[in-house]
């Protein structure tokens, strides 16, 4: 089989993977190695970050103002809350859950009590604890294929240049692609949200279907099935 062919069939497969996957963005290959922090300041990290952009993620599709609080339960766990709003309505939503420290900088981030927090898949490759970090996900697919996501986090929600070089500086040095990165919406429009994390007159207690089935439903189906 000519190299020609071998392509077409690889782009036919991921095709494929990508519609079945439904999630994270599909490579050729197994997972790349990559460099991930050697000591992390859980404490440090701690608070609210805003998403700066990402790889492309279904569950993401259509809404903006992005960010996650993150609290500490004990020495081991850390509390999650992922807010947005829609693009398309205005309507607030937002997901509870855990994370679970694997190892230095690497974490079990789980939506439903049904999910295993046994293996890391949060692992911040990259962080000043004050204005930005990297952080990426990665798992086998098959043994052709993997799925990859990537976030650039940030304190502020339009962060300073110096920021996001110092963060397109690990993804180089990782061999990850800026190109794929799609800017998340962050502008006046978004909430402003208090040291708490709590958006300022407004309510952000609804739970988007497709939050609700990426984080409870499907897990809970996996898990019985």
Request: proline share 6%; net charge negative.
């Amino acid at each position: 089989m000519n190299h020609h062919y071998q392509l077409v069939y690889k782009v036919i497969f991921l095709i494929w993977l990508c519609g079945n996957c439904k999630a994270q963005l599909p490579f050729p290959g197994q997972c790349p190695e990559v460099k991930i922090m050697d000591t992390f300041d859980l404490n440090a990290y701690l608070g609210i970050w805003y998403e700066y952009s990402k790889y492309p993620f279904v569950f993401e599709i259509g809404k903006k103002c992005i960010y996650a609080n993150y609290g500490i339960i004990d020495n081991s766990t850390v509390s999650v809350v992922n807010a947005a709003i829609n693009r398309f309505t205005g309507n607030p939503s937002n997901v509870t859950g855990t994370a679970k420290v694997i190892a230095p900088a690497q974490l079990a981030v789980t939506f439903s009590a049904n999910q295993q927090a046994t293996k890391p898949n949060y692992l911040v490759l990259g962080t000043d604890y004050t204005s930005y970090a990297v952080v990426y996900s990665c798992s086998s697919a098959t043994p052709l294929a993997n799925l990859r996501i990537v976030w650039i986090l940030t304190r502020q929600p339009q962060p300073k240049q110096d920021a996001i070089d110092a963060a397109f500086k690990i993804l180089d040095d990782n061999k990850l692609s800026r190109s794929l990165l799609i800017d998340t919406i962050q502008n006046d429009n978004c909430p402003q949200l208090d040291e708490n994390g709590t958006a300022i007159n407004l309510q952000s207690d609804n739970v988007d279907p497709i939050d609700e089935f990426a984080t409870t439903v499907l897990p809970d189906a996996i898990a019985k099935a």
